[in-house]
């Protein structure tokens, strides 16, 4: 069998992508945003449910220990706001296992920036304007969407409230999986399955689409907030164009002692779902305690956004060698 050595993507679209990352940096210097360059390596990995991290083992001095490869530089950027960096940005290597396909790959560029200071409509605005640019489009519109309200449109459903054993069934039809399939899933893995195969589809069609208020469960290393009903809600924002989700923006947690309960939470979570426990991050929840500004930060998946600028149906025709040819 011939061993296939060539690049996924095309070299001029490799030299269409660099051109892109260049305006990217130029859109983050002209706002005064500093870029850093932090370790694919930690001492802690991602404890989200739906999140797996590659691990390995390596020699620090003496001592063998396990390391992590790092889902996004979120940890270590965070350190450095706490250490007085001020706005940052990084085009960083991330790794999340078991993701390939049209809109995954193992290996991936995140583009992630911090705001001290920021609201989560300020980080909104600034994200908008960099995916304009990028995309050409300067009078795409930006329309936000409440998250219950949403379900209540497409689904006919309350997220907040629908019984649990309903939510199963309808994941399972929408989802066209066996009955009984997801019996033993907590609410959030069905309200995924149902945004991801009912609702995401239907956004950023012609618009910039904003969703909000998520459940308060899936608020991640965001604050939580009450909303107008009086339910506790994530204070994060997720951001679609033709269907495809580019963006997760967060009020960021400022609180270790908070951080560290959810970690714990996780880590719980995924011992009754049967997954490995992951490292917690210990220098990270230190620099939390020391003190990290107030402000918005968001993850922006860079490879979708050149996918969709240079109109390619595939991720792995942007990237030089996507993870079955590495």
């Not at 007085?84 to 995140?110: C, K, W, Y």
């Not at 924002?237 to 923006?249: K, Q, S, T």
Request: proline fraction near 5%; charge should be negative; glycine fraction near 8%.
């Amino acid at each position: 069998m011939a061993i296939e050595w060539r690049p996924s993507a095309e070299i001029e679209t490799l030299k269409a992508r660099a051109r892109l990352l260049t305006r990217v940096r130029a859109f983050f210097a002209e706002r005064g945003v500093l870029e850093v360059e932090t370790p694919v390596l930690g001492q802690g990995g991602s404890t989200d449910v739906h999140l797996a991290s590659l691990s390995t083992r390596a020699l620090t001095g003496m001592e063998s220990r396990t390391l992590w490869l790092q889902t996004s530089p979120e940890f270590h950027m965070k350190r450095l706001l706490a250490a007085g960096s001020g706005p940052i940005f990084q085009l960083a290597r991330s790794f999340r296992d078991g993701e390939v396909g049209a809109r995954h790959n193992v290996e991936f560029t995140m583009l992630e920036w911090y705001r001290p200071g920021f609201t989560l409509v300020d980080l909104i605005e600034e994200t908008t304007a960099l995916i304009k640019a990028l995309l050409h489009a300067p009078n795409l519109p930006l329309a936000r969407y409440g998250y219950r309200a949403l379900f209540q449109r497409h689904l006919g459903l309350d997220p907040f409230t629908a019984p649990l054993d309903g939510l199963r069934r309808l994941a399972e039809q929408r989802g066209h999986m066996p009955a009984g399939h997801l019996a033993a899933e907590p609410r959030d893995t069905c309200l995924d399955l149902l945004m991801s195969v009912v609702i995401e589809p239907t956004l950023g069609r012609d618009e910039i689409s904003v969703v909000m208020d998520y459940p308060a469960s899936q608020a991640a290393l965001a604050r939580r907030h009450q909303d107008d009903d009086g339910e506790w809600v994530a204070s994060r924002f997720e951001l679609y164009v033709e269907g495809l989700e580019l963006a997760n923006g967060y009020d960021e947690l400022t609180d270790a002692s908070e951080q560290r309960a959810r970690f714990i939470e996780d880590n719980a979570a995924r011992e009754r779902l049967g997954l490995a426990p992951v490292a917690i991050d210990e220098r990270l929840l230190a620099a939390l305690e020391h003190g990290m500004p107030e402000g918005a930060g968001v993850a922006l998946g860079i490879d979708r956004l050149i996918q969709l600028a240079l109109g390619k149906h595939r991720l792995e025709e942007v990237l030089a060698f996507a993870t079955p040819r590495c």
